[in-house]
């Protein structure tokens, strides 16, 4: 229970600390007692989560686990990704120290031998994806992974909200991947199903809902046999640069920026490749087309419930904005009114009185601008724009491309007043007369 | 030589203190709390939908009697050029004698969907400078755009140079076909078409997904564990954070401006080919007769320095100058070198015109 002056945040803050100094302490004392004999990774019963496949990252990733929960939005995101970098971090030194741990190699055999067994990694993947089975990256340093994953996060968010759930079609949800036997079994069945009756159109929906998401799974396995290439890359430039390093690499951080360094110079020329150009294309249209289809399927469903739906908020939203394109040109038809109605009254009032009161007895006539002026209106177009209660320059001037549409419907002449750049001479002829 | 030499007792001492260095850095980062940003005051002198427009304050006053209205992204947000007041853009420009002026574009939302660059710049820019044109009662102001906003100045100000006094660009896209724009690159493929009708919007962290995929190793890693280290140091921290923070503030994008930008610029890289047409008006670049000034940035990983200087040969005016800051696109806004030598410049070349 947390005291009135230490927050529950400290306490389990400070417990943290305390643990991994022990759990570190523990790792000092076993490395010290197995420097004769061997590999301190042998027996690891008394270290707290060593059952682990990956002890280092594992305990990290169990201190975070017990502590992040009680954390705010923006810092819990940080906290995220910092500590997903640390796993990856660790994942590295752990696999470096079995390795270098418990026989006399060097440092440059284990780490072309751990090199050797990541490349491995990457073409076994390489070959699995291209023997049809649209398997998940290998974990490495859990960085590539982590690439391929926050893509795969926004993809699978997406396919939640599929509209095909398994209660109509079952098998739906395991025929997405259809790389084993039996899905691609369920599959075919799906899309061999005749299309017939009342449910017939939904039917054929969902049939190309498929079929897209076939496509998707083809796109999504070339873009994992692209990046299992680039990972091939990777490795093979990190052993060339190795072996031009002036200074030699004496920890880990410096291991790991030269990690970093390598692994964004190759990637860098592979996503300004044209095979990465095609697959990530292919990879986004594919996944589009799916929601594409998805929410069609989905709209049938919400016409029939009577609920509004995309294409109805899109018809709101478009005509929206076609009001206020119409507002916004009204405004500044009303600015511009409103400015010659001033200068009218000031110069009203600076007549002299028998003037003014000649004004006042006789009829009042607004004043008409001469808009034959402007080339392409005659005597009759301009007739038409006075009735149109268009009788000043400024009007024709402050007029915006959806009012010029609509006049130019009035007047039965579809594109005359832009070809005929109406409003750029009214404008500049304004600017003359200032 | 032996090119790795890690001792393993070495390499343990580095884990442990990776990881006690990160069990003491939440410590700080708790005691950090609200990462504050958007350091001026100033104050809205107009609204329009999502859109406001800010002025700054300056204790002094300014010196310049043209107004200068900065023209921001949509991408991300513009408090960027007002971070923290020993980084902020903004600061320095007041304190270089400029009446500042600055457009925050919002958070567009469903009502937004149907916006389009027409609007953006025949619009909503325009009125903008409309506002500030009867505010100070002069005829024509100076203008600075931020990147993608500097895109938008730089079309603004071809279509209406009779209101621009001076356009200064920084880091701004003019060429989007140079060999080295891994963005453009990317999205030649892309079926934008599609992407509109069916999202609508396009939602910032796809955005946001694509710019760290430009460097993903180090922004997405790299970055992290160089925060570790940094974390025993508030002040390096809270920095830290409010980069993070800003990083991550990416608001959507309204659907008809996205679709337009990235085929007209992106893909069909109209600007450079004068075949580029908003709301029904030509925009060459030649129209641009004004002083121009173009700032970029030699280690820009977003918009290359080769994008930005192709301005030169497109624009009519006769006063071009550029000026290259060594630094990347970020750099150039919050580094204490861009804050020391950027904003003076751009007051001095200002007042000379």
Same mark, same amino acid.
């Given at each position: ?12 803050? $400070?417990?943290?600390?305390? !643990?991994?100094?022990? =759990? ?12 004769? !004999? ?47 970098? &640390?796993?990856? =971090? ?29 490349? /491995? ?30 893509? $795969? ?39 061999? *199903?005749?299309?017939? &009756? ?72 592979? /996503?300004?490749?044209?095979?990465? %150009? ?10 589009? /087309? ?65 003037? %003014?009161?000649? !004004? ?5 006539? *607004? ?8 080339? &392409? ?8 724009? =006075?009735?149109?209660?268009? !009788? ?36 500049? *002829? ?5 | ?31 950090? #709390? ?21 002025? +700054? ?14 023209? +921001? ?78 895109? @938008? ?57 694509? @710019? ?35 990083? @991550? ?56 320095? #080769? ?47």
């Amino acid at each position: 229970m947390a005291s009135s002056n230490t927050s529950w945040f400290e306490q389990s803050g $400070q417990a943290w600390v305390k !643990t991994q100094q022990d =759990y570190w302490q523990n790792w000092l004392r076993r490395m010290q007692a197995n420097s004769m !004999t061997g590999n301190p990774f042998a027996s690891l019963s008394e270290v707290p989560f060593s059952g682990m496949n990956q002890p280092w990252p594992g305990a990290f990733e169990q201190w975070w686990q017990m502590f992040s929960p009680n954390e705010a939005e923006p810092i819990k995101d940080f906290m995220r990704r910092t500590s997903d970098m &640390g796993k990856s =971090y660790l994942r590295m030194a752990e696999a470096f120290y079995k390795a270098s741990s418990g026989n006399n190699d060097t440092s440059e055999e284990i780490v072309n031998s751990w090199l050797d067994m990541v490349q /491995a990694g990457f073409k076994q993947w390489r070959k699995q994806l291209k023997s049809g089975f649209n398997v998940d990256m290998p974990e490495i340093f859990g960085f590539e992974r982590m690439m391929m994953k926050s893509w $795969q996060e926004a993809a699978d968010a997406m396919m939640r909200g599929l509209a095909i759930q398994d209660w109509e079609f079952p098998g739906f949800s395991s025929a997405m991947f259809p790389e084993t036997g039996k899905a691609r079994e369920q599959l075919n069945k799906i899309l061999g *199903m005749p299309a017939m &009756g009342y449910g017939r159109e939904r039917q054929e929906k969902v049939q190309r809902l498929v079929e897209l998401f076939v496509k998707y799974g083809e796109a999504l396995k070339a873009y994992k046999i692209a990046f299992a290439g680039m990972g091939i890359r990777s490795i093979k430039a990190m052993k060339k640069k190795l072996g031009e390093l002036q200074q030699p690499i004496d920890s880990m951080r410096g291991l790991y920026d030269f990690w970093v360094d390598v692994n964004e110079d190759v990637y860098g020329k592979f /996503a300004m490749s044209d095979e990465y %150009r095609v697959v990530y294309g292919d990879l986004v249209n594919s996944l589009v /087309a799916v929601q594409q289809a998805s929410n069609e399927l989905m709209e049938d469903v919400y016409q029939a419930m009577n609920l509004p739906t995309r294409t109805d908020l899109e018809a709101v939203s478009r005509r929206l904005q076609q009001v206020r394109r119409e507002n916004r040109q009204l405004r500044k038809q009303l600015t511009a009114l409103s400015e010659r109605l001033n200068k009218l009254e000031k110069a009203e009032t600076e007549k002299p009185p028998e003037a %003014r009161r000649q !004004t006042a007895s006789g009829k009042v006539s *607004m004043q008409k601008d001469d808009l034959t002026r402007i080339k &392409g209106i005659g005597p009759k177009i301009q007739e038409r724009l =006075y009735e149109q209660g268009i !009788t000043a320059m400024e009007q024709l001037a402050a007029m915006g491309q959806q009012s010029v549409k609509e006049l130019e419907e009035v007047l039965n002449a579809t594109g005359k007043i832009t070809r005929e750049q109406w409003i750029k001479q009214a404008k500049a *002829m304004l600017e003359d007369n200032d | 030589m032996n090119p790795i030499n890690i001792k393993p007792q070495d390499l343990l001492n580095e884990v442990r203190q990776f990881n006690e260095k990160f069990a003491k850095g939440v410590h700080s980062l708790m005691e950090i #709390g609200v990462v504050s940003s958007g350091v001026t005051p100033r104050e809205e002198i107009y609204r329009d939908d999502q859109l406001v427009l800010y002025h +700054y304050q300056s204790l002094r006053r300014a010196t310049n009697k043209t107004p200068l209205l900065i023209v +921001y992204a949509l991408v991300n947000r513009p408090y960027m050029a007002d971070l923290q007041e020993s980084r902020s853009l903004i600061r320095g420009l007041l304190d270089a004698g400029q009446d500042v002026y600055l457009i925050d574009w919002g958070y567009p939302d469903e009502s937004d969907r149907y916006l389009d660059l027409d609007d953006y710049i025949n619009g909503y820019i325009d009125d903008c400078v409309d506002v500030l044109r009867n505010r100070h009662g002069v005829e024509k102001i100076n203008l600075l755009g931020i990147c993608q906003g500097g895109t @938008f100045s730089a079309c603004y100000s071809a279509m209406h140079p009779e209101k621009i006094r001076n356009l200064t660009t920084m880091v701004t896209p003019i060429d989007f076909h140079t060999k080295d724009n891994m963005l453009s690159h990317w999205v030649q493929n892309v079926d934008v078409d599609l992407l509109v009708d069916t999202r609508g919007n396009i939602p910032g962290d796809m955005l946001n997904w694509t @710019f760290l995929n430009l460097k993903p190793y180090s922004l997405m890693g790299q970055k992290y564990l160089g925060v570790i280290d940094l974390m025993d140091d508030p002040d390096a921290l809270e920095n830290f954070m409010r980069m993070e923070k800003w990083i @991550f503030d990416s608001p959507d994008q309204a659907g008809e401006a996205y679709r337009q930008f990235i085929k007209d610029f992106f893909q069909g890289n109209k600007l450079m080919s004068d075949d580029l047409v908003i709301g029904g008006m030509q925009v060459k670049l030649k129209n641009i007769l004004m002083p121009v000034l173009n700032i970029y940035a030699e280690q820009d990983h977003l918009v290359p320095p #080769g994008a930005s200087r192709a301005m030169k040969k497109k624009v009519g005016s006769k006063d071009y100058s550029e000026l290259s800051f060594p630094g990347g696109h970020i750099g150039i806004y919050v580094s204490g070198k861009a804050q020391k030598t950027i904003p003076p410049a751009i007051g001095d070349w200002l007042d000379k015109r």
